[in-house]
């Protein structure tokens, strides 16, 4: 709770409710609400040799780039109640981040049982549009919020995807980052 | 149609945000949030209080059609009056077509892509300020909450959390909720 006002009454930088990893300096931000499945998805992709930054917010400063917060993962039971642990980064080896880094790709995602991985590119208007949702200030400092959000999605590709399980889909994930955002063939 | 009047955008209250092609709109008063695709952007850009309706169809590249670009800007204004973004009022509209016979012909007649404005309301707007001090927004636990509903985060804004009486979809209901 004292992490969300902070959120809301920051005057230099714009919480968004996501999790937020970096891959080769590039980072990714995945937005969703409270008990979507966020720290579950962070945690796979760290596992898989992504940078730690955030399970909670995305922290963007006023040049659009996204800053570290490194919290202690939230970790929910195997059953994925509201009961949760605080497991410290490290603990399962994963690299924090250290410094900002541009965002290059924004995934918005939705878990649902059997879903089929589809990554649909959304205009900057519309990917803006469903990221508002997630930010914290947007009413309370609406202008200087929208003008971050703009900086950060100028150079980021804005996609979505209904996803599975956080295993398969920080695999799918990270392909999809390689190919879209690196420029790797496809594995 | 009448194609003589002048319509003009509304930039009170709001908070504009240009994008490269596409315009960000944010309704302070409302608390509504617009995404206008190039076409609308392009239209609602062109609502300066100085041109026609005729003359802004004018100004539209993609198609020699005079009357069918008139329905795409008459297609984008319908939109923009119903989500409060024009200023003026408009009398004409579609002279007896609905918005769906009117996007089918227009579709197909030229070639600019049709206007689209996407919304996203934010109804936790009171749910935000009133529940934010209650058991349940200040510890996020479901003993904050009577008559057995449950502390979770608003749709709206999940920062927020309120008092849900819906069990089975925890922070997906709008911000509908009452404080304890």
């Known amino acids: 709770m004292v992490r969300n006002r902070v959120a809301e009454m920051a005057p230099e930088h714009v919480f968004i409710h996501a999790g937020a990893v970096t891959i080769e300096g590039h980072a990714i931000i995945l937005p969703g609400r409270s008990f979507a499945g966020k720290t579950t998805l962070v945690k796979a ?3 898989r040799g992504a940078v730690y930054f955030s399970d909670d917010f995305a922290v963007i400063d006023r040049e ?6 490194p919290k202690p993962l939230s970790v929910r039971g195997p059953g994925g109640g509201r009961d949760s642990a605080d497991v410290e980064a490290g603990a399962i080896g994963a690299a924090v981040g250290r410094g900002p880094a541009p965002c290059a790709l924004i995934f918005l995602s939705q878990y649902e049982k059997a879903a089929r991985w589809g ?9 803006l549009l469903r990221l508002i949702e997630h930010t914290v200030p ?28 956080a295993g398969a889909a920080s695999i799918k994930l990270i392909n999809y980052f390689n190919r879209s955002v690196l420029g790797l063939p496809r594995d | 149609m009448n194609s003589s009047q002048v319509p003009i955008a509304r930039k009170e209250g709001l908070v504009i945000q240009e994008m490269p092609e596409e315009v960000l709109i944010y309704d302070l008063e409302d608390n509504k949030a617009f995404s206008l695709n190039p076409t609308a952007a392009e239209i609602w850009r062109s609502c300066d209080g100085n041109r026609t309706v005729a003359e802004i169809a004018k100004g539209l590249k993609g198609s020699r059609d005079q009357e069918e670009k008139e ?25 007896g077509m609905s918005r769906r016979e009117v996007i089918r012909n227009v579709g197909l007649a030229t070639a600019i892509a049709l206007p689209v404005i996407a919304m996203l309301s934010f109804p ?4 935000a ?9 200040s510890t996020g636990l479901d003993s904050g909450c009577t008559g057995g509903r449950r502390c979770c985060p608003s749709q ?17 209901i709008p911000g509908t909720a009452a404080c304890p």
């Open chain 1, 45 to 47: 992709l760290v596992q």
């Open chain 1, 64 to 69: 659009g780039r996204v800053i570290p917060f």
């Open chain 1, 119 to 127: 990554p649909q590119i959304l205009s900057k208007g519309e990917g």
């Open chain 1, 138 to 165: 947007v009413r309370t400092n609406t202008r200087f919020s929208l003008k971050v959000l703009n900086k950060l999605a100028l150079r980021a590709i804005i996609a979505e995807s209904r996803r599975a399980d």
């Open chain 2, 71 to 95: 329905k795409l800007v008459w297609l984008a204004l319908d939109q923009l009056k119903e989500k409060n973004l024009i200023a003026n009022e408009l009398s004409s509209r579609f002279a």
């Open chain 2, 124 to 127: 936790g707007q009171t749910l």
């Open chain 2, 129 to 137: 300020s009133t529940c934010v001090a209650s058991l349940c927004g």
């Open chain 2, 156 to 172: 709206a804004n999940p920062s927020i959390y309120g008092c849900f009486t819906n069990l089975g979809n925890c922070g997906v």
